[in-house]
């Protein structure tokens, strides 16, 4: 049975251990729900999700939230899927281009075997980038997205949010992002899967990684 490149690495991101917690403060965040009509409505009810933007003054960042039903009540974890550059901005039906991981993720096939919760981030297509920043002193929009997940562990219902099992996963233009918030903030997540992204700068991937690459 052939497995796409997603679906082994969402596979392996399940069973990697996490670190720790670290005791960093976060930038907090303000989100309202988006009204969705017309061909958004239809996507968000195809995949059962919710819409929201954020309300701090300065650029807009927006997401996209899901949350199985009949999960019960014991914490899941939670994916934050981080999109590439075509897929961001204030319009979130450019979410749905890619639409593989909404696919997969909101199956009932994965959720009876890994239920968990998802949450897509768009950020404003002003943010050109999601590198920079030196170590350990992220920039306003590394902080505004690591906000957001914070939003999501904090207002889940039904299930609560795993802490200790928060997946990141990021496509591209995304995949600069996921290696942006494993690096300044390291210890607050399980798995980090940058997908056809280039490592923006040598620092963000470990020592260990970089000595493992060059021997294999």
Known sequence: MKMSMLTVALLLAAVLPRTGLADARHRTVEMTPVAAEGELAKELGRYGMTAWRTTNKGPKFSCLAYTPPNAGRK??????????????????????????LFNLVTSQKFQSRHPCHLLAISPPMEATTLVGGGLGCPSR????????????????????????????????????????????????????????????????????????????
């Not at 994916?79 to 039906?93: F, H, N, T, W």
């Not at 997940?149 to 496509?171: C, H, Q």
């Open 75 to 100: 914490p899941i974890p939670l994916l934050v899927y981080i999109p590439g550059k075509g897929e961001i901005g204030p319009d979130l039906l450019n979410q749905f281009h890619q639409r593989a």
């Open 141 to 216: 929009v590394q902080q505004m997205l690591r906000a957001i997940v914070s939003w999501m562990e904090t207002n889940a219902v039904g299930p609560k949010v795993d802490a200790s099992r928060i997946y990141l996963v990021g496509f591209s233009y995304g995949g600069d992002g996921v290696y942006a918030l494993a690096n300044h903030y390291p210890g607050e997540f399980a798995a980090a899967v940058p997908i056809s992204s280039g490592c923006p700068h040598p620092e963000y991937v470990s020592g260990y990684h970089r000595l493992f690459s060059q021997k294999s």
